[in-house]
T-cell receptor, first 115, second 112 residues
């Protein structure tokens, strides 16, 4: 298995532009998570899905952020418009249900820089 | 609400010495506890987990963790540190909805 695949690995954009980050979870994993990592705030959970349905989006910073999971093998995290404070590494992760002790597997991350 | 605390931002240890990275947790019900490691410019990698049973859990790369229910702790340990163990370590707890909540991370620096 190729693991959790994220794209792009690096994105540099200007303030006000739309950013779309993509994630392909491991096949058969029905939970998908989006995390954001910064030096100041550490690792923050933004949103997670179960069977393509958003379960908890309380970590999404504001309306500029949105996430979708149109099918079991693809998810997007969109920021529109982007701001410099959105600069961070965004991780996607997945695990097979049910929860319990199943291991969450992370992608390599997408490093976003907003100028 | 479930939470995890890693009281040390950084731990420094000499190569060959034992290391401990501390973690305390708060969770309702039976805890599912995890340790992850992150090397520079990489994603988080799973090290070990506690479900039930033995309080000493063994994991990857010679790491182990000790679960202590009365102290609500799950400290990461290794008998003999290597320079290559230098990385960022995260403790995490899973709540009953499946959400994995991470601590703020502890940087481990192993000096030769």
């Amino acid at each position: 298995d190729a693991g959790v695949i994220q794209s792009p690995r690096h994105e540099v954009t200007e303030m006000g532009q739309e950013v779309t980050l993509r994630c392909k979870p491991i096949s058969g994993h029905d939970y998908l998570f989006w995390y954001r990592q910064t030096m100041m705030r550490g690792l923050e959970l933004l949103i997670y899905f179960n069977n393509n349905v958003p379960i908890d989006d309380s970590g999404m910073p504001e309306d500029r952020f949105s996430a979708k999971m149109p099918n079991a093998s693809f998810s997007t995290l969109k920021i529109q418009p982007s701001e410099p404070r959105d600069s961070a590494v965004y991780f996607c992760a997945s695990f097979p249900g049910p929860p319990g002790a199943n291991v969450l597997t992370f992608g390599a991350g997408s490093r976003l820089t907003v100028l | 609400a479930q939470s995890v605390a890693q009281p040390e931002d950084q731990v420094n240890v000499a190569e060959g010495n034992p290391l401990t990275v501390k973690c305390t947790y708060s969770v309702s019900g039976n805890p599912y506890l995890f340790w992850y490691v992150q090397y520079p410019n990489r994603g988080l990698q799973f090290l070990l987990k506690y479900i039930t049973g033995d309080n000493l859990v063994k994991g990857s790369y010679g790491f182990e963790a000790e679960f202590n229910k009365s102290q609500t702790s799950f400290h990461l340990k290794k008998p003999s540190a290597l320079v290559s163990d230098s990385a960022l370590y995260f403790c995490a707890v899973r709540d009953n909805t499946g959400k994995l909540i991470f601590g703020q991370g502890t940087t481990l620096q192993v000096k030769p």
